[in-house]
């Protein structure tokens, strides 16, 4: 059995250190994950004025309900999509001049919905070059909050940005969602702010949050569930056994669901109160599945599906098309590329079982290309990477902790 330690995860790092920033004291997040995309959150709030002390196993954040410290920022988001979406809504929340901009990657991806609905609520927000795109301008004069209608069918990211802006406004949001993707990350949003002091109230499609600000604490940070993918199918595909300790029945991630599928697939699971263990049996069946809550772990899923008895039809992961990468794309190019038939709908991707032959992946720089197919070359020897560097967004060490796994799972 391999025990394998998973860093923070990356979706709830990002949420503390905006509710850290926001909150009123000093907080300390422990075991947060260090990686280019939450080290680039913590650079932008340093940017805007907030003291971020980074010890090895914890960091320390001085917070600042009435916003950032400096009246004129500059702000580099790089890739990390919560950077570029999370940091404007919160210095719109204080006063100043600010500018945010970020990677060739992250101007490609969609910010429309989050800036629209910043406007609605009177923010004072440009957009210098395409309209819904970084780079963006904000003249920040505190939100008075309101009613707001926001479309989140593309990302929870948008209502994430605007739930966590609720408690800085002065009277408060009510949010109506017309569309919803992966709704788990929602609840960790939700969860998230109830222990910074702060309370969401849900009815239907409508998102009421009260004013009130947050107050300061200390926060563990939990291991990442979409990280942790990578590892459960090594077990299912090999026939070992992984155990990732602090993901259990309490876990915030709704990405842990990735293992019911495992499950219906003919992997062994068992959730415990603090560790799961997933255990490979010998065998994959063929599956059809809806991973609109789970999309994050699509790729994974996509990965070891040619080793699977039968088809696997993933559904309803439109929104993949709009990260990183377009990652539905992405999975069939590179099955293909590795000599097994793969289709691809609007929202869907079928993958047929076969034999895959070595190739060099395509990875579009998106790290969770690399770490999927990383669980494909585990039955493929001779499998390439063009970027194998780039899961430095989430987890720079992934190719160490990849190689101890493989040396301890079944040849």
């Not at 600042?64 to 809504?89: I, N």
């Not at 609905?117 to 301008?137: F, W």
């Not at 069939?332 to 609007?346: F, H, I, K, S």
């Not at 579009?364 to 194998?388: C, E, K, N, Q, W």
């Amino acid at each position: 059995m391999a025990v394998v330690d998973i860093p923070g995860s990356k979706s709830i790092t990002a949420r503390a250190l905006f509710l850290a920033a926001a909150a009123d004291g000093v907080t300390t997040l422990v075991r947060p994950l260090r990686s280019d995309d939450t080290e680039g959150f913590a650079e932008g709030l340093t940017r805007l004025g907030y003291r971020v002390g980074r010890a090895p196993e914890a960091w320390h954040v001085d917070g600042r309900p009435q916003g950032p410290a400096v009246p004129e920022a500059d702000v580099h988001c790089r890739d990390g999509a919560t950077t570029a979406r999370f940091l404007p809504t919160l210095a719109a929340a204080g006063h100043g001049r600010y500018r945010f901009d970020a990677s060739a990657q992250m101007r490609r991806r969609p910010l429309l919905p989050l800036t629209r609905a910043l406007r609605d609520l009177g923010v004072d927000l440009r957009h210098e070059e395409t309209e819904g795109h970084h780079p963006l301008r904000i003249a920040a004069a505190g939100v008075t909050g309101g009613d707001v209608t926001l479309d989140a069918g593309q990302s929870s990211q948008y209502l994430t940005a605007l739930l966590l802006l609720g408690p800085l406004t002065r009277e408060g949001l009510r949010i109506e969602v017309t569309d919803l993707v992966s709704a788990p990350y929602v609840d960790i949003t939700v969860a998230m702010m109830r222990a910074f002091g702060a309370h969401v109230r849900r009815d239907g499609d409508v998102f009421t949050v009260p004013p009130g600000g947050y107050r300061a604490t200390t926060y563990a940070v939990e291991p990442d569930a979409s990280t942790a993918s990578y590892f459960f199918a090594a077990a299912a595909l090999t026939g070992g056994e992984v155990t990732v300790r602090g993901l259990g029945e309490e876990a915030l991630q709704g990405d842990l669901r990735f293992v019911d599928v495992l499950r219906r697939m003919g992997a062994r699971v068992d959730v415990g109160p603090d560790a799961t263990t997933v255990s490979g049996t010998g065998r994959l069946a063929g599956v059809t599945v809806n991973m609109r809550d789970i999309s994050d772990t699509m790729p994974t899923l996509a990965a070891i599906a040619p080793f699977a008895s039968g088809p696997v039809r993933i559904e309803d992961v439109a929104n993949t098309r709009v990260k990183e990468c377009d990652r539905l794309e992405a999975c069939a190019e590179n099955l293909r590329r590795l000599g097994v038939r793969a289709l691809t709908g609007p929202d869907w991707i079928e993958i047929h079982p076969g034999t895959p032959a070595p190739a060099e992946i395509r990875t579009y720089g998106d790290h969770r290309v690399v770490m999927s197919f990383a669980v494909t070359a585990l039955r493929t020897p001779g499998i390439a990477f063009d970027d194998p560097g780039c899961v430095r967004k989430t987890f720079p060490a992934f190719h160490e902790a990849f190689a101890r796994l493989r040396a301890a799972l079944p040849a």
